[in-house]
Nanobody, 117 residues
Framework: QVQLVESGGGLVQPGGSTRLSCTAS????????MGWYRQPPGRQRQRELV?????????TYTDSVKGRFTISRDNAKNTVDLQMNSLKPEDTATYTC?????????WGQGTQVTVSS
C-alpha cells in the first residue's frame, strides 16, 4: 500500500506564490508517475490534472498553469512538489497529490489553496 501526505497551501494573494509538497510512503519503487490534480470549490465533476512528472523527470502541465507552475520530484525522498507562482483567483481549488504505479492510483487527502485579496 501507498500513503500520500500533502503539505502547503493556504490563503495567498493574487500574484503571490506558494509551494505544495507531497511525501509518499509504503511500497515505492521510484518508477511511479506522480502529480497533482485540483478541484475548484463546488465543482465536484471538474477535477483537473494540473501537472504530472514521470520518474525520469518528464513533465506535463495543463495549459492554464504553463509558465507559472513547476512540478519537481525527489526520487530518493519519494516527494513531489508543486511550485505555484503568479497565482490567480481561478487557481483556487483543493489540490490533491497522486501516485500511479501502473496498476492503480493512490491519492492524498488534499490541501486547499485559496487565492484572494
Amino acid at each position: 500500500q501507498v500513503q500520500l501526505v500533502e503539505s502547503g497551501g493556504g490563503l495567498v494573494q493574487p500574484g503571490g506564490s506558494t509551494r505544495l509538497s507531497c511525501t509518499a510512503s509504503g511500497i515505492i519503487t521510484g518508477t511511479e508517475d506522480m502529480g497533482w490534480y485540483r478541484q475548484p470549490p463546488g465543482r465536484q465533476r471538474q477535477r483537473e490534472l494540473v501537472a504530472r512528472i514521470t520518474w525520469r523527470g518528464y513533465t506535463t502541465y495543463t495549459d492554464s498553469v504553463k509558465g507559472r507552475f513547476t512540478i519537481s520530484r525527489d526520487n530518493a525522498k519519494n516527494t513531489v512538489d508543486l511550485q505555484m507562482n503568479s497565482l490567480k483567483p481561478e487557481d483556487t481549488a483543493t489540490y490533491t497529490c497522486y501516485l500511479y504505479d501502473y496498476e492503480q492510483n493512490y491519492w492524498g487527502q488534499g490541501t486547499q489553496v485559496t487565492v484572494s485579496s
